[in-house]
């Protein structure tokens, strides 16, 4: 599992964590600071699908989820509301896509995260 980006997903000013597995499923942890203060799967669009960006594509004011296909250059959008997907769109087909890439967050975070094995923990090391 791979931290793609940090974006206020619940549109309380404070930024959010959001995962990808390698089998890809989105993970999603709200943060209160350095505390996880809730945390879920999000969905799993399948792993032909790659997260493009994390912005407010609908002005709500939370993140939304911007993923890429990297078979067809595909564009979706997941319009987020806290840890759900409030609703979902398929934007169109950019293959020529050359927006920003939230590469992995490859950090003391993703060596917790190996060492853990692979999934997320609510508290900082390991353990529950
Ligand atoms: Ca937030
Ligand atoms: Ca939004």
Redesign the pocket.
Known sequence: MVAHGIA?????????VVWRGTDGTIYGW??NGGTIASQGVIGNPGTQWVIADLADMDGDSKADIVFRNVNDGGIYVYFMNGLAMASGGFVGSSIRWRGPSRGPLTSAATARRTSCGGTPRATPGCGS
């Open positions: 206020d997903l619940d549109g309380d000013g404070k930024g959010d709200l943060m």
